[in-house]
């Protein structure tokens, strides 16, 4: 997953079998992987792309995990150069 595109994510979610519930399971178990916060944002930004009718609160999932993995990493960033 991580070394996954936008436009690989934006393939996937455009496939027209791909329902909210199914993004609702690739989202857990991306969490259940451990995915990094990279991958969540690509499907973050893939959602946003023209033309995909995505409901927005499958993209702000996607995006505040992302968000949530990045500070978290530069929280321990910070605290391993204070050692």
Do not use: H
């Not at 857990?28 to 990094?36: A, D, I, R, T």
């Not at 992302?66 to 050692?83: G, I, K, P, V, W």
């Amino acid at each position: 997953m991580d070394s996954a595109s936008i436009v690989d994510a934006s393939i996937v979610i455009s496939c027209d079998e791909i329902a909210e519930s199914w993004t609702e399971k690739l989202y857990e178990w991306m969490v259940c992987k451990q995915c990094s916060g990279r991958a969540f944002d690509v499907f973050a930004l893939a959602t946003q792309r023209p033309g995909l009718q995505i409901p927005i609160l499958v993209e702000q999932k996607f995006s505040n995990r992302a968000t949530n993995l990045f500070r978290r990493d530069d929280l321990a960033d910070d605290s391993d150069d204070e050692l």
